[in-house]
């Protein structure tokens, strides 16, 4: 802890942080582009029924 005091005072308040994640984390965008779970899950492929 008196380590991220020292950093945090000298590069500026709230520069290192536990890791907690942020609304703009990288990992959103990962998230965001992932491929639907229904390509590897049998029971989540859509239904599609014949006329």
Do not use: Q
């Amino acid at each position: 802890m008196p380590t991220m005091d020292e950093l945090n005072k000298t590069t500026g308040r709230g520069t290192v942080r536990l890791g907690m994640p942020t609304g703009s984390a990288a990992w959103h965008l990962r998230y965001a582009n992932r491929t639907p779970r229904w390509t590897t899950r049998w029971e989540e492929l859509p239904h599609a029924k014949a006329r």
